[in-house]
T-cell receptor, first 111, second 114 residues
Framework: QKEVEQNSGPLSVPEGAIASLNCTYS??????FFWYRQYSGKSPELIMS????GDKEDGRFTAQLNKASQYVSLLIRDSQPSDSATYLC???????????FGKGTKLSVIP | DGGITQSPKYLFRKEGQNVTLSCEQN?????MYWYRQDPGQGLRLIYY???????QKGDIAEGYSVSREKKESFPLTVTSAQKNPTAFYLC?????????????FGPGTRLLVL
């Protein structure tokens, strides 16, 4: 049974701070890793994908992947109140396109 | 205007009734998916289709049925056998680019039981 674990939060950070969201996964042969943002009552929106070890930066977002530790994280720099949402981590296995989702971490950015 | 559309936005089901949720896409993506999301939970896969006229059960297919007669359309029927259908239903398509596979979601349908 493939599992993806996230701290449910809520994670509260002050405006302008760095928010750090973490995710661990159980399937050692997982290949692709995604972060989706979901506002309350809305559908998930893809914000980052990462496929190899290391860091990937896109604007204020940085995804970090460590396959040896089976760990993927998302850093949000200069957090804004508009970043307040639930962040879903999703993972695919080797040779599979099926996504396994974590339950999400709720982020609250305090003005 | 391109993308994934789902209708209706809200749907009410009476006891013993079958209801059908619509999902349409004009992205020319081959693969389509249906997920269910319950409050405070991650997404769980109901059914998926890699190609027209073919579909596979996901983790929680019992009480649901699908069809894939056209590339653009992947409707989901919630049957009376699904005893706890209240949830947020999300349709997704998968884009394949240079060996990278990425899923994108429609706006969702919220199903409520009367």
């Amino acid at each position: 049974q493939k599992e993806v674990e996230q701290n449910s939060g809520p994670l509260s950070v002050p405006e302008g701070a760095i928010a750090s969201l973490n995710c661990t996964y159980s399937d050692r042969v997982s290949q692709s890793f995604f972060w989706y943002r979901q506002y309350s009552g809305k559908s998930p929106e893809l914000i980052m994908s990462i496929y190899s070890n290391g860091d990937k930066e896109d604007g204020r977002f940085t995804a970090q992947l460590n396959k040896a530790s089976q760990y993927v994280s998302l850093l949000i720099r200069d957090s804004q109140p508009s970043d307040s949402a639930t962040y879903l981590c999703a993972v695919t296995g080797a040779g599979s396109y099926q996504l396994t989702f974590g339950k999400g971490t709720k982020l609250s950015v305090i003005p | 205007d391109g993308g994934i559309t789902q209708s209706p936005k809200y749907l009410f089901r009476k006891e013993g009734q079958n209801v059908t949720l619509s999902c349409e896409q004009n992205l020319n993506h081959d693969a389509m998916y249906w997920y269910r999301q319950d409050p405070g939970q991650g997404l769980r896969l109901i059914y998926y289709s890699q190609i027209v006229n073919d579909f596979q059960k996901g983790d929680i297919a019992e009480g649901y049925s699908v069809s894939r007669e056209k590339k653009e359309s992947f409707p989901l029927t919630v049957t009376s056998a699904q005893k706890n259908p209240t949830a947020f239903y999300l349709c997704a398509t998968r884009r394949s680019t240079s060996g990278r596979e990425t899923q994108y979601f429609g706006p969702g349908t919220r199903l409520l039981v009367l």
